[in-house]
């Protein structure tokens, strides 16, 4: 295998900046070995040639005069650095940079948590935490403060804040959750954003806006500076806790229980990111396709009505939660239950029915805030599988969400590949993750996904719908849909960069922005 | 048919344990390694691969996540991992093992179709040589022929080989369908 160069670097470049950077964080934290260290860094779920977005090297500093360090090397020699927190979002590129040849600035040794306040319930930490390790720091400090965490647990609290994704319980929009951080910025700047702006600021971490214009948002799914320190809101434990789960019959039935979910989120009656589950994904953390079918393409609806009754679960399976003290908990029950009553054949489930379960068991973790990875199940649905995910959002809105699972179905069903998917409900909006699995090693099946991929984001940008996070592959394409007056929004973006990032090292390509020194190059 | 609860009960098995002696292991690796296997639960091909190493097992249930700080912490001193996992599971815990300076030299890929069992093994070919008339001779069952040759399979040193071959069997009463076996090893 040939090593992988950052693009316009020399093999003798790369290994000074390499052996300065050995010297600068330490031999130990300074990978290049391809097949064991380094290999951790590649997309190993990935759709095209792995060798389109393979890092140069890794290496994970310790602290801020590390990144310092690393991005004065990386100036130096005009290396760009990749970074992530702890770099486990399978669907979406784990740990890899958009472009090969990056040098990846892993924060995974940055891992304290600085703080956790259980008076004003916040904490504070650094992008190596993950949700198993908050979870366990609050399980051992006998902590009353809950997380959120998304569904794969060793997930880094920061790095997916920073990525805008979402959890389960009633903090699951994890980004208004943020409040103050610390960056990096490219040339070795650190600045506090907020109130942490202000020296012996008292409220850093109970007031996000500080004065002037609030900068956060910009930092997020950006690459515009390295976010190394984050205070983040917790939920305190409630007086009560009960899951349920509500099951549809038809497929229709998405859009008439949308609309009445819509109300009951808006007043909170419903007050977590509750998830509706079609019914391919809820089988797929329980069974396989090939126990059910063996032909080509898409599963049929009579082997569909057949998982159906054999697993006793809906079209659609609704998973929500009911929080605080009983009373409460019973009246806003009665109001739920009454609302979706009114679609034929909706069935009631709570813990005591099926807590035993390990769909509606891992559900009812995450709505609580316990980590678990018991969801990378789905992935079991075809031999040797693996998964990217296709994530447009949508107004909490029944014809919406009918036409779009309609339309994500329908292509992938076209390409050959089964509709797995879900919508996860906020307050007015919904992600609707939908998550084609595919045969890894199949580099025909890989060719057909990433047209449909293609295909898939031009149609529902057509429709207005767009992505709120996608896959180092679809970066470009997607960032491309949101184009409204000649591209305003994405020539500001770039000039941040400029400003920011003079010399392109951080980043490049993420979410579609590039450097100006590699604007012009046709990014593969 | 699997029966759902069964399937749904998929576990790993975590042990530490010296590396059995493979029938190969005189010539391969004479030093005995330590090692950690990892199997799924209530699948009847990984209980095959599992009772080789039955001493000192610890289940656990389907969630792979409470699986990972035990072998992340041992990563210093096991110098090899080897399992018959589901698919899912090898995803994760080679993420896990390429962080902590593991190298996949082996795997296998099982699956059970309509008509019979597919294997496709990768490694050196040393390794294959020895161990592809093993499985392909079926005097025991394959999962636990790929256990009892551990020392065999961890001793290979790279992927560079691949042996493909099919037999006319029927999936076992409580079968995963799909099977991945590997072996990692540091350095």
Excluded at chain 1, 14 to 35: C, H, P, Q, S, Y
Excluded at chain 1, 353 to 358: A, C, K, Q, V
Excluded at chain 2, 9 to 27: E, K, N
């Amino acid at each position: 295998m040939n090593k992988t160069l950052p693009d316009g670097i020399s093999a003798a470049e790369f290994n000074a900046a390499v052996n300065e950077l050995k010297t600068a964080i330490g031999e130990r934290w300074v990978f290049t070995d391809d097949v064991t260290h380094l290999r951790a860094y590649y997309d190993h779920q990935a759709i095209r040639d792995p060798a389109l977005t393979a890092p140069s090297a890794a290496v994970a500093p310790e602290n801020i005069v590390g990144i310092q360090k690393i991005l004065a090397i990386a100036r130096k020699y005009l290396i760009p650095l990749w970074t992530v927190s702890t770099g486990k979002n399978l669907a979406y590129g784990t740990a890899a940079p958009r472009m090969a040849g990056c040098i990846v600035l892993d924060l995974k040794r940055m891992n304290r948590i600085i703080e956790v306040n259980e008076k004003h319930a916040y904490a504070v930490l650094e992008p190596g935490v993950s949700y198993f390790d908050l979870y366990k720091h609050l399980q051992k400090t006998g902590s009353k403060l809950w997380i959120d965490c998304a569904a794969p647990g060793w997930g880094g609290v920061l790095g997916n804040l920073m990525d805008r994704g979402v959890g389960y319980t009633p903090y699951g929009e994890h980004f208004t959750t943020a409040c103050g951080m610390q960056i990096v910025l490219a040339d070795g700047t650190v600045m506090d954003t907020g109130m942490g702006n202000q020296l012996g600021s008292t409220t850093s971490d109970t007031y996000k806006y500080g004065r002037g214009p609030w900068v956060d948002g910009m930092f997020t799914m950006a690459n515009y500076g390295i976010v190394t320190r984050l205070s983040i809101q917790l939920m305190p434990e409630p007086p009560g806790y009960r899951p349920y789960m509500v099951t549809f019959p038809k497929e229709e039935d998405i859009e008439q229980l949308t609309e009445l979910l819509r109300p009951l989120k808006i007043n909170m009656v419903i007050p977590n990111a509750a998830v509706t589950v079609e019914l391919l994904l809820e089988a797929a953390i329980q069974v396989t396709r090939a126990q059910y079918y063996s032909g080509n393409g898409a599963v049929p609806d009579s082997v569909r009505k057949k998982i159906m009754a054999d697993l006793d679960i809906g079209a659609w399976n609704f998973y929500g939660a009911l929080y605080g003290p009983e009373p409460i908990m019973d009246n806003n029950w009665k109001l739920i239950e009454e609302s979706f009553s009114q679609i034929k054949g909706v069935r009631f489930f709570f813990e005591q029915e099926r807590g035993e379960e390990i769909a509606f068991g891992y559900r009812a973790k995450l709505m609580r805030g316990i980590p678990n990875m018991t969801e990378f199940s789905f992935l079991n649905w075809v031999p040797n599988g693996a998964h990217t995910g296709f994530s447009p959002m949508a107004p909490v809105d029944g014809k919406t969400a009918l036409e779009q699972y309609q339309l994500a179905r329908q292509r992938l069903n076209d390409f050959g590949f089964d509709y797995l998917g879900e919508f996860i409900v906020g307050w007015r909006d919904m992600h609707h993750i939908v998550v084609p699995v595919f045969n890894r090693d199949n580099e025909e099946e890989k060719r057909r996904l990433y047209e449909m991929m293609n295909v898939l984001i031009d149609e529902a940008a057509e429709r207005g719908y767009g992505e709120y996070r996608t896959h180092l592959d679809f970066m470009d394409r997607v960032a491309g849909t949101f184009n409204w007056n000649d591209n305003a929004l994405m020539r500001l973006n770039q000039r941040f960069k400029d400003v920011l990032d003079p010399q392109g090292i951080l980043a490049p390509g993420k979410s579609g922005i590039w450097p100006a020194r590699m604007r012009e190059k046709s990014q593969p | 048919m699997l029966n759902r609860r069964t399937f749904l009960q998929t576990a790993s098995m975590l042990l530490t344990l010296p590396a059995i002696p493979s029938l190969f292991a005189g010539l391969v690796k004479p030093e005995p390694c330590l090692m950690r296997t990892v199997t799924v639960q209530d699948c009847a091909d990984s209980e095959q691969f599992h009772a080789v190493f039955s001493a000192e097992n610890d289940r656990i249930g389907p969630d792979i996540g409470t699986y990972l700080q035990a072998i992340g912490d041992c990563s210093d001193r096991v110098s090899a991992l080897f399992g018959l996992t589901r698919s899912s599971d090898f995803s994760i815990l080679s993420q896990l093992a390429w962080e902590k300076g593991y190298r996949l030299v082996y795997t296998g890929h099982h699956q059970y179709l309509p008509s019979g069992l597919q294997h496709n093994l990768q490694a050196d070919k040393y390794v294959l040589d020895f161990l592809g008339p093993i499985l392909t001779g079926m005097k025991a069952p394959w999962a636990r022929s790929i256990a009892e040759n551990a020392g065999l399979i961890t001793s290979s040193s790279s992927l560079e080989s691949e042996l493909e071959f099919f037999l006319p069997v029927q999936a076992p009463t409580g079968s995963s369908g799909y099977l991945v076996s590997w072996a990692f090893v540091k350095g």
